[in-house]
């Protein structure tokens, strides 16, 4: 989540750049790039830890990833078809890397940034919800354990 963290907040900052010097300067637009693919490969590479580590069906693919999460309510749905879109701009980012238009590329720094920032919540909330639920379950068993060894010292 940390890196997640970095990569944004850098992204965050490229967005004072305008559209002429974006275009113009290559290592505006390529370190926007490289964050861009980063961000995105953190949130794919958090979805497939969640998604392993609980046991949930496993994806097929990258937008699969998301549709899991959405599926075991870790993300919200309304979410979803725009972290889809982020997993196709990734493979745009990876795989078609040569025809990329630097317009489309600004135009996601300068409207979709807060995507990140809303699935980080999700899943630090996801987290906390589930991690509260498995703390309360394990103090009914500890309760239980106890009243239960004494009943059982009593007879």
Same mark, same amino acid.
């Given at each position: ?38 961000? $995105?490969?953190?949130?794919? /590479? ?20 998301? #549709? ?6 870790? $993300? ?13 701009? #990734? ?25 990140? /920032?809303?699935?980080?919540?999700? $899943? ?6 589930? !991690? *509260?639920? *498995? ?5 009914? #068993?500890?309760?239980?354990?106890? !009243?239960?060894?004494?009943? !059982?010292?009593?007879?």
């Amino acid at each position: 989540m940390k890196l997640l963290d970095d990569y944004t907040r850098k992204l965050h900052e490229l967005q004072a750049t305008d559209l002429r010097e974006y275009v113009a300067n290559y290592f505006i637009h390529k370190t926007t790039e490289r964050l861009f693919e980063t961000a $995105i490969q953190a949130c794919l /590479d958090i979805g497939r830890h969640l998604i392993a580590d609980r046991g949930f069906r496993l994806p097929e693919d990258n937008k699969e990833v998301f #549709r899991v999460l959405a599926e075991e309510e870790v $993300i919200p749905t309304r979410l979803l078809s725009r972290l889809e879109a982020m997993a196709g701009f #990734r493979n745009i980012l990876v795989h078609e890397y040569a025809n990329l238009d630097n317009r489309k590329v600004y135009r996601n720094l300068q409207e979709n940034l807060n995507d990140f /920032d809303e699935f980080a919540r999700a $899943i630090v909330e996801y987290l906390e919800r589930t !991690s *509260s639920a *498995s703390k309360a379950a394990r103090e009914r #068993r500890a309760r239980y354990t106890t !009243s239960r060894t004494r009943k !059982s010292k009593r007879t």
